[in-house]
């Protein structure tokens, strides 16, 4: 260990602990969003991760994060002439079709793969994997006793009907996951006030920041906890929202400079591309320090 990798160590281990959840699951290790992702965030001592749910034509529950499939899968190839459309004009059967793995090793977006991180073996099992429903990793979480925050992502128009709260709600009666092991957050605070409303022993995560914005904005402080933008944050708004009784979370903290600050400054949970650099400084469910 470095110099500079042993005084963060006792910069941590003097701050309070705090839980080390994996954004799109260990996304800088494998493709976000897919079940390789979030077993390697478990392997790699994640207490938890966090995903993006939308809906499918068919009124499947699925995980991906972007509107389109054109930066995560191989649509230009399965389907060239609907490349560009929008996800919720997919079936189910037909979204499994697409490849959501093998771009990962042609983009290398985190340089994991240069840095030989993430192994040959590992790339060859990414090849042809398929983007995954909310159940699968509901099933998995509850088998590995992860922690889960599930982010409902906003519906576009032509969908805007479609009961997505009540839907998710349902899925998580149904597998029987206990309250305490996830939460549900949103953009789309609306859907929040509604799970208030519906089940109020769930907990809800209000995000806010984000592009386009380029600031956190708080509101009147009603939600007891917020995901906030990392980029966008300083003391003072961290000490506000504690003040206020609020919890705080933030997203996307990649770096252990930056983790150590946060962690001194009273977040509950880091959303990170890295939960293997969060779990080697001892925030991992394999070296917990309670």
Not at 53 to 60: K, L, N, Y
Not at 64 to 78: E, L, N
Not at 124 to 151: D, G, R, T, W, Y
Not at 231 to 247: F, M, P, T, W, Y
Request: aromatic fraction near 10%; glycine fraction near 4%; hydrophobic fraction near 40%.
């Amino acid at each position: 260990m470095s110099y500079s990798e042993s005084i963060l160590s006792i910069i941590m281990s003097n701050c309070k602990y705090i839980y080390n959840i994996a954004h799109r699951g260990a996304r800088s290790l494998a493709p976000e969003n897919t079940m390789p992702a979030f077993v390697k965030a478990w392997q790699t001592g994640a207490h938890g991760v966090e995903t993006d749910v939308s809906v499918t034509s068919d009124g499947q529950l699925i995980l991906f994060h972007d509107d389109t499939f054109i930066r995560t899968t191989d649509i230009r190839k399965i389907f060239p002439k609907r490349k560009e459309d929008p996800l919720h004009t997919f079936t189910w059967q037909e979204i499994q079709k697409l490849d959501a793995g093998s771009w990962f090793i042609e983009v290398d977006p985190f340089a994991t793969i240069k840095s030989g991180e993430v192994t040959f073996e590992e790339q060859q099992a990414m090849v042809n994997i398929s983007v995954p429903s909310l159940e699968e990793l509901l099933l998995f979480v509850k088998q590995k006793s992860l922690f889960i925050n599930i982010e409902i992502k906003n519906l576009p128009e032509a969908i805007a009907t479609f009961p997505i709260v009540e839907k998710v709600l349902s899925l998580l009666d149904s597998v029987q996951l206990a309250s305490d092991m996830f939460s549900i957050s949103s953009f789309n605070h609306l859907y929040l006030k509604k799970i208030e409303k519906l089940r109020p022993d769930i907990e809800v995560n209000a995000l806010i920041g984000g592009y386009p914005f380029l600031i956190n904005n708080w509101g009147n402080y009603e939600f007891a906890v917020y995901n906030a933008d990392a980029n966008v944050i300083d003391s003072e708004q961290i000490e506000k929202a504690l003040q206020h009784g609020c919890r705080v979370n933030l997203y996307i903290v990649n770096d252990t400079q930056s983790m150590a600050r946060f962690l001194r400054e009273g977040v509950d949970k880091i959303i990170t591309d890295y939960p293997q650099l969060l779990a080697q400084l001892g925030y991992g469910a394999h070296w917990s320090q309670k």
